[in-house]
């Protein structure tokens, strides 16, 4: 039965604890109707009521899998895309709040990629026989959809070095996208010299490079970056071993690459949780990464003796992730518990086809 749908406005003034028990019970009544799916960054308060949790590749995956009827992703709008896309025709992706978006995501848009592409032809000839374009699972559909009709590929921070390597395997070049920091620390992983991997600035004229250093180039690396990740720096990181000489620094590769490079460890969300929970108890962790993610760490391996601190001076989380508060995620477990849906993710069914194909070739691989 289809009711009156509930305005938020009545659940934006709930003190945390009221929409906590609201939320408690609109699950209730829902059952296994709905599944909530959390990505790492999300704040405790959130996170603390989902099914299935992860990184940006295993929710994939995960969306995929689920037999719920409404996937619930407490996340930001391209992992609810991801989950639209992957999910059944009779499954509904829902993302509590629409405004959590994704900045690095938005720094690279369909109308600047389609004349990076056209300005590559005029200098390359044809670029689908040259460049392989490799996008960033953050990143909005239809640039999946842009990968998938050029023979592209996704990527995500967990697979990004077997994705460059069939890459390569298709084309001599590769146009990696939104985020300029994976791309240069997986192609120099690599071994790809940096003067092969030159940056695309979108708002200049042929990306501001030069014919010859397009020629030359291994990997265009977008001019996109995280946020959050962007704050990291060797400094914070040479300060730390002063004090800490026997700890260990493991950094997310959406940092610069200096930070990468002095790291000991540097991987994934899921990596780095591995990485740290592995660790013999009593050892010492500097952490580049999402301060909920480390706050949560830090919090379940106390007892281990192990200390986990997080490498930015000043707070620094996934504000748009944020968004996602337990006002919003109750006002929408009571919407559907009353029949009614909000903040439906549906992506346009010819954008979903192609960037399917980009997400199948991904999974596929990895």
Not at 45 to 67: C, P
Not at 125 to 147: H, M, Q, W
Not at 201 to 214: A, F, H, K, S
Not at 341 to 359: Q, T
Request: with cysteine.
């Amino acid at each position: 039965m289809q009711v009156a749908t509930i305005a938020f406005d009545r659940f934006n003034t709930l003190r945390d604890d009221e929409a906590q028990e609201r939320i408690r019970a609109a699950r209730a009544r829902l059952g296994n109707k709905a599944v909530l799916l959390c990505h790492h960054y999300q704040r405790a308060d959130v996170y603390q009521h989902a099914d299935l949790t992860g990184d940006s590749l295993k929710l994939a995956r995960l969306a995929s899998q689920t037999d719920a009827e409404f996937i619930v992703f407490c996340g930001v709008h391209f992992m609810a895309e991801v989950a639209d896309i992957m999910s059944k025709p009779e499954q509904t992706a829902i993302l509590p709040d629409l405004a959590a978006g994704c900045s690095m995501a938005d720094m690279a848009n369909l109308a600047k990629v389609e004349r990076c592409w056209r300005e590559l032809t005029e200098v390359l000839g044809r670029p689908d026989e040259i460049i392989t374009p490799v996008t960033y699972i953050n990143s909005a559909a239809d640039l999946k959809a842009f990968c998938g009709e050029h023979g592209g590929i996704v990527c995500t921070s967990t697979n990004a070095p077997t994705i460059l390597d069939w890459a390569f395997t298709q084309r001599d070049k590769v146009l990696f996208f939104p985020d300029q920091h994976l791309g240069r620390w997986t192609g120099y992983k690599k071994g790809i010299p940096l003067d092969e991997m030159v940056v695309w600035d979108p708002d200049l004229e042929y990306g501001g490079l030069t014919p010859e250093q397009i020629a030359k180039a291994k990997i265009l690396l977008w001019k996109g970056h995280c946020s959050v990740h962007q704050m990291f720096q060797e400094s914070h990181i040479r300060r730390w071993r002063m004090q800490h000489p026997d700890g260990f620094v493991i950094s997310h590769p959406e940092s610069n690459l200096d930070v990468c490079i002095h790291s000991d460890y540097v991987g994934s969300t899921e990596y780095i949780l591995k990485t740290i929970t592995a660790a013999p108890p009593n050892t010492h962790w500097l952490v580049g990464t999402e301060l909920n993610l480390v706050n949560r760490l830090a919090e379940e391996l106390k007892p281990q003796g192990k200390v986990v601190q997080f490498m930015a001076p000043t707070v620094c989380m996934c504000s748009t992730m944020q968004r996602i508060d337990p006002q919003h995620l109750a006002w929408t477990l009571e919407n559907l518990a009353d029949g009614n849906v909000v903040n439906a993710i549906r992506v346009p069914p010819h954008e979903a086809e192609l960037a399917k194909v980009a997400l199948e070739r991904m999974l596929a691989v990895s």
